[in-house]
């Protein structure tokens, strides 16, 4: 098949479908971003919700070791004060009220660590609640915003699909050569301009310089000619 101005044009128009359906693909992709935001902040709340969690129940089993040891100093005062009673003489009884004091300091001090951790074990708890009510909130939001976003990329997907149908059709009726090179060209540079035209005897895009007769052979579609430089696609200036 003959080369002919209305290839390029075809062409052309390839180029600027290609354009249109990059606007499409760039909202595809800015609604998928949208999802992929509200995952990454319900993966950092779950973070921190799993590390509440977690010290949660370390907290838990700390106060449960406090308890059993607040225990343990209480029946020594008791045992100590029982004892007073039976007691031989002075020194014994000094003994024996010193060792229920010093049992009844431990007891004290345990109990005041005993309320800290309930406090912690509280704002714990908080936390956790407040991670409860922020996830069935998010999850009727999230399927909401997902819902708008398929309708949105579903639509936009049609839209692309018109654009590749023409695409495909136009491409069909150029010669095999042309189609072949420009097919290769568009790989590289789909989306980034990939037909130029010769301006002031070179590129448009990278101005790489032709000779005169190559720029010639351009303009009267003698060959299929790609600049030597950047790859692109020579079409005739008033294609
Ligand atoms: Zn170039």
Same mark, same amino acid.
């Given at each position: 098949?003959?080369?002919?101005?209305?290839?390029?044009?075809?062409?052309?128009?390839?180029?600027?479908?290609?354009?249109?359906?990059?606007?499409?693909?760039?909202?595809?992709?800015?609604?998928?971003?949208?999802?992929?935001?509200?995952?990454?902040?319900?993966?950092?709340?779950?973070?921190? @919700?799993?590390?509440?969690?977690?010290?949660?129940?370390?907290?838990?089993?700390?106060?449960?070791?406090?308890?059993?040891? /607040?225990?343990?100093? +209480?029946?020594?005062?008791?045992?100590?004060?029982?004892?007073?009673?039976?007691?031989?003489?002075?020194?014994?009884?000094?003994?024996?009220?010193?060792?229920?004091?010093?049992?009844?300091?431990?007891?004290?001090?345990?109990?005041?660590?005993?309320?800290?951790?309930?406090?912690?074990?509280?704002?714990?708890?908080?936390?956790?609640?407040?991670?409860?009510?922020?996830?069935?909130? @998010?999850?009727?939001?999230?399927?909401?915003?997902?819902?708008?976003?398929?309708?949105?990329?579903?639509?936009?997907?049609?839209?692309?699909?018109?654009?590749?149908?023409?695409?495909?059709?136009?491409?069909? +009726?150029?010669?095999?050569?042309?189609?072949?090179?420009?097919?290769?060209?568009?790989?590289?540079?789909? @989306?980034?301009?990939?037909?130029?035209?010769?301006?002031?005897?070179?590129?448009?895009?990278?101005?790489?310089?032709?000779?005169?007769?190559?720029?010639?052979?351009?303009?009267?579609?003698?060959?299929?000619?790609? /600049?030597?430089? /950047?790859?692109?696609?020579?079409?005739? @200036?008033?294609?």
């Amino acid at each position: 098949m003959k080369l002919d101005k209305h290839h390029f044009s075809s062409l052309r128009e390839v180029q600027s479908l290609d354009n249109s359906i990059k606007g499409h693909l760039d909202i595809i992709e800015s609604e998928n971003a949208r999802i992929a935001h509200l995952n990454s902040l319900f993966d950092r709340r779950e973070t921190e @919700f799993n590390e509440a969690q977690e010290l949660l129940n370390s907290k838990r089993t700390e106060l449960k070791s406090l308890e059993r040891e /607040c225990h343990d100093w +209480e029946e020594k005062v008791t045992k100590a004060k029982s004892q007073e009673g039976s007691a031989k003489n002075e020194k014994q009884v000094e003994a024996l009220r010193n060792e229920s004091e010093t049992s009844d300091l431990e007891v004290s001090r345990l109990q005041d660590l005993q309320l800290e951790l309930l406090e912690e074990l509280e704002t714990l708890e908080e936390t956790i609640e407040e991670f409860k009510k922020f996830k069935s909130g @998010f999850e009727i939001t999230k399927a909401k915003i997902q819902g708008e976003v398929d309708q949105i990329i579903e639509k936009e997907t049609i839209e692309i699909n018109r654009y590749r149908e023409r695409i495909k059709s136009l491409l069909e +009726e150029l010669p095999s050569n042309l189609k072949d090179t420009f097919q290769h060209v568009r790989k590289m540079h789909r @989306f980034k301009q990939p037909l130029v035209r010769v301006i002031n005897k070179g590129c448009e895009k990278c101005k790489f310089t032709l000779d005169s007769s190559s720029c010639d052979q351009v303009e009267t579609l003698k060959v299929i000619q790609t /600049c030597n430089s /950047c790859h692109r696609l020579f079409i005739p @200036f008033d294609s």
